[in-house]
Nanobody, 118 residues
Framework: QVQLVESGGGSVQAGGSLRLSCAASGYTYCMGWFRQAPGSEGVASICNDGTTNYADSVKGRFTISQVNANNTLYLQMTSLKPEDTAMYYC?????????????????WGQGTHVTVSS
């Protein structure tokens, strides 16, 4: 079984930054970050071939990266906005086609909450 454990959430003011971390065990091909908020949004994904995908709402502000030696996934968030407030989930999939669709990611962590105030 794939296990994902997020950390790094917190409360920041608009314009601030946070880095979320996801400690992963078990092999998957693509990983990503989703958030649960009014509506639902796939934030970013990264696959083993190096391809990345970002939601339009976070392009230029968020960066997804992976350190395989530590089995760790990161989401560096900058220029945070109040609308970024959400529970953020680390996700993973055996699928090899990158996407930001919730249905494509079968493994989810427990989430870490981000609050952006203004």
């Amino acid at each position: 079984q794939v296990q994902l454990v997020e950390s790094g959430g917190g409360s920041v003011q608009a314009g601030g930054s946070l880095r979320l971390s996801c400690a992963a065990s078990g092999y998957t091909y693509c990983m990503g970050w989703f958030r649960q908020a009014p509506g639902s949004e796939g934030v970013a994904s990264i696959c083993n071939d190096g391809t990345t995908n970002y939601a339009d709402s976070v392009k230029g502000r968020f960066t997804i990266s992976q350190v395989n030696a530590n089995n760790t996934l990161y989401l560096q968030m900058t220029s945070l906005k109040p609308e970024d407030t959400a529970m953020y989930y680390c996700v993973a999939t055996y699928r090899r086609r990158p996407s930001l669709r919730r249905a494509d990611f079968g493994f989810w962590g427990q989430g870490t909450h981000v609050t952006v105030s203004s």
